[in-house]
């Protein structure tokens, strides 16, 4: 087990060595489980909106993913929506994802030796995954940390998988998944009267443990690659 776990923000996680895990529980990654099980295969990881327009022109085939401030950005495929993600049929397609928090968190994550994005729907297979890479200390991400009074949906993950990592026993999620429904952006996709963030969306990122695959980053040619790995 790591000798030493830390937690950093987004804007301090360009300071972060060693296997670092960036959670994005509301809704980055957790659409991107959702995007891998409705068929994909690897998605482009990038901060900005001109820059997912660009690379979109050197990999025509590959569809637009993402938000801006939470709302679909006009001309991109598909909103930061697992709701909506889980009906595309994706198979064939790969996808270029830009969102506020998640994203931003891996890009800027650049003395990171091993990569990989997390959420509450592959918590386990990721903490299996970092038992079997035994590394000598671990960061975690907490992208929500950046928004005002925000973050404790993604401390709650990182918590759930340190527990995950620790404990003898498996621990009971569901005190976990409260903090989520409790959090400010919880609160927020339960609000009826907030629209552009559905609570199906809030429901499907509460489904803890999903799926059974974590996702690592490759870092290749300038590119942040997103898959699935069993």
Known sequence: MPNLIKRTSV????????????IDVLRAFTTAAY????????????????????LQRQFPGYLLMGEVGGLPIPGFDFSNSPFAISRADLRGKGLIQRTSAGTQGVVRSSNASRLLAASFCVAKPTARALKGYRPGEI?????????KG?????????????????QDHE???SPYLE???????????????????????L???????RFDFAMEVERLSGQFILRPRW
């Open 171 to 173: 621990p009971d999620v």
């Open 35 to 54: 995007a891998f099980t409705a068929g994909t295969q690897e998605i482009l990881l990038v901060s900005g909106v001109q820059e997912a327009l660009d």
């Open 139 to 147: 960061t975690f991400v907490i992208t929500g940390a950046e928004s």
């Open 203 to 209: 429901e499907y990122s509460l489904q803890a443990n």
């Open 179 to 201: 903090r989520v429904r409790h959090s400010t952006a919880g609160k927020i996709f339960a609000d009826p009267l907030e629209p552009e963030f559905p609570q199906a969306d």
């Open 150 to 166: 925000g973050g404790d949906e993604d401390a709650a993950c990182a918590d759930y998988i340190e527990a995950l990592l620790y």
């Open 11 to 22: 804007s301090n996680s360009g300071q972060a060595a060693g296997t670092v895990i960036v």
